[in-house]
């Protein structure tokens, strides 16, 4: 049977990931079930750490402020305070994961700029989030750096 040096998982995290945290969370403990299975069958599991949550429909109101509003669109950055306490049970719940295979990768870092997580290019007018909360071929195009560090850990120690 082939097993896999690596395993990638990259997630976005539902809003009920964000509620408090229990000492029996079970969210946590599917979490630790899944992985539990996972680390069976490969020798290092990177995980995605926490990443701000956008509003459905971002794309739409986005358009709306870049062509009604254009004197507002630093609005719609995130305020870095806001998102990372809405971010912080979910940070909690992987604190309390048990895989010592596992590291957590951030992606969210590429975003910062001073007390804001960007949501936009500010020169190109290209928006990193869609309509359905997924990231654009912009924002990927901004988190390639970090992939490819990834890609250059996995290359180096497997």
């Known amino acids: 049977m082939y097993k896999p040096d690596v395993l990638m998982i990259v997630a976005r ?21 899944a992985i539990s299975f996972y680390e069976k069958f490969t020798k290092k599991i990177y995980i995605m750490d926490a990443h701000p949550l956008y509003s459905l429909g971002f794309l739409n ?35 309390m994961l048990k895989c010592e295979k596992c590291q957590l990768f951030d992606l969210s870092s590429v975003f910062v700029e001073g ?12 928006s990193y989030v869609d309509n359905t909360v997924h990231i654009t071929s912009a924002g990927l195009e901004k988190m390639d750096p970090l992939f490819k560090k990834l890609a250059e850990d996995v290359m180096d120690n497997f």
């Open 13 to 33: 995290y539902t809003r009920a990931m964000k509620t408090s945290v229990s000492p029996d969370d079970q969210y946590v403990k599917q979490m630790n079930e």
């Open 61 to 95: 109101l986005y358009l709306h402020y870049l062509i009604q509003k254009p004197g507002e669109l630093e609005s719609l950055h995130l305020k870095k305070k806001l998102a990372d306490e809405e971010m912080s049970n979910v940070k909690k719940r992987f604190s």
């Open 115 to 126: 007390d804001k997580y960007l949501t936009f290019d500010r020169e190109t007018k290209l």
